[in-house]
Every structure is written in C-alpha cells, then in structure tokens.
C-alpha cells in the first residue's frame, strides 16, 4: 500500500469521526491507530 493511501485513512477517518461528532482527542487517536495498523500490516505482508 502506498504512502498516499496511508495519509488518506488517517485524514479519511478523522474527517468522519469528527462529522460523527467524537471529539477530536478521540478522533486523533483512532486515525492514528488505524493508520498505524495498516501501515504495520502492510510491512508484515511484505516479509511473507
């Protein structure tokens, strides 16, 4: 997964999260998660 796909979760899932009206401590912390997650994910996949 490319780099722009990473910065698109992150941006993507704190937009919705705000829209959805968590705040933003909340919404920082789950973007960065899951972009972090993906991004991890995606390294592991390339050592098989």
Known sequence: MAE?????ILF????VLLVMGAPVTVSLGV????????????R???FR
């Open 44 to 46: 592991l996949s390339l």
């Open 12 to 15: 993507g899932s704190f937009l």
């Open 31 to 42: 973007a960065a998660l899951a972009s972090f997650y993906i991004s991890i994910k995606t």
């Open 4 to 8: 722009s796909s990473i910065v698109l």
